[in-house]
């Protein structure tokens, strides 16, 4: 039985987009594709001063990129934004589809808006950008879908009845492009990502039991890891790696599951959850920011 290779993906010379670029490992991403040669990264984000700092500190380091004001949750937004892209590069070549939110409410105290919120940032973005952006990588046979989902797209977690389910449907969206994608003959990569907790504030509060195994993730470890999995044709990170375990132990009967994750403490990891306060949000698909060394 022939194993199935997409083309890898150079960061060097690409097109790189990523959304949710404003902080946190998307901002490290982007920062670091410009380290590794791009062409040029768009830098999306809801945050509009976010997205432009950003794109000023790839300038600055002497990379070039450009910043637009993208919430992920509006269609509208995405398809002018896109357009936008495409008018400016003719192309994305690696697409990162990373800009995610958490409530970590208990279940009863989760309204609708919230798990709607969620699923509208976290899963119904991906198919947002992926439709405009997968066409042009099928016809040149080449790119890259990246889709950072979690750890907590693998196993659930006691406070992230919406986060968790969101990451699930992530981790399920990708596995179903890669299957078409592989089944129509396309080299195009596709790339899942499923990190425990790191070190961004977006996780304030939470807390691990096992830190030798389940450490909190540093950042630029994270983002630094994305990049290598891209340019090596990596199909699924998980990390850290020890979680690669939780594959496996799905496995085991329920009960039996239940037992390790609870000796593991993942049921308790969201306990002291605070998460990062954040101010206003606003919403638009204008480029903010414009790089002379982009065009
Ligand atoms: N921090 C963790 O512990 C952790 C663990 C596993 C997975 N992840 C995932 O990694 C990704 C990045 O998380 P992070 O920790 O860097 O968080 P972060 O909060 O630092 O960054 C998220 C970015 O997304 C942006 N964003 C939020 N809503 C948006 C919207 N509607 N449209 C556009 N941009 C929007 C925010 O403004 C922010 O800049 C997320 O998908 C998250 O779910 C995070």
């Known amino acids: ?81 896109a357009a936008s892209v495409l008018a400016a ?17 208990r279940f009863a105290e989760m309204t609708e808006d919230d798990v709607e919120r969620t699923f509208q940032v976290n899963v119904f973005s991906l198919y947002r950008t992926v439709r405009r952006f997968l066409p042009g990588m099928v016809e040149r046979d080449r790119g890259s879908i990246v889709t950072i989902a979690s750890a907590a797209g693998l196993v659930g977690v006691a406070r992230q009845a919406d986060y968790s389910a969101s990451k699930f449907a992530a981790v399920g969206f990708t596995e179903s492009l890669r299957s078409e994608l592989r089944h129509s ?30 450490p909190i993730l540093k950042p630029a470890k994270v983002a630094d890891a994305v990049l290598d999995s891209v340019e090596r044709g990596d199909q699924r990170r998980v990390l850290p790696r020890f979680a690669n375990a ?41 480029e903010t920011r414009r790089s002379e060394k982009a065009s």
């Open 246 to 286: 939780v594959l496996t132990l799905k496995a085991l009967p329920v009960p039996l599951l239940d037992a390790v994750t609870e000796a593991f403490g993942v049921s308790s990891t969201m306990d002291g959850f605070t998460g990062r306060r954040r101010g206003g949000r606003t919403a638009g698909g204008e």
């Open 89 to 105: 590069f003719g192309r994305v070549d690696i697409l990162v589809n990373n800009a995610g939110i958490v409530t970590g409410k």
């Open 1 to 81: 039985m022939a194993l199935f290779r997409p083309a890898k993906a150079p960061v060097r010379g690409a097109v790189v987009l990523v959304t949710g670029a404003g902080s946190g490992i998307g901002e490290l991403m982007a920062v670091g594709a410009a380290q590794r040669g791009a062409k040029a990264v768009c830098v999306w984000d809801v945050d509009a001063a976010a997205a432009s700092r950003v794109a000023h500190e790839i300038e600055r380091r002497g990379g070039a990129a450009r910043a637009w004001r993208v919430d992920v949750a509006d269609g509208h937004c995405v398809d002018a934004a």
């Open 185 to 214: 003959g396309s080299h195009v990569h596709t790339l899942v990502v499923a990190p425990y907790y790191i070190d961004t504030g977006m996780f304030d509060g939470v807390r691990t039991r096992v830190p030798l195994l389940l």
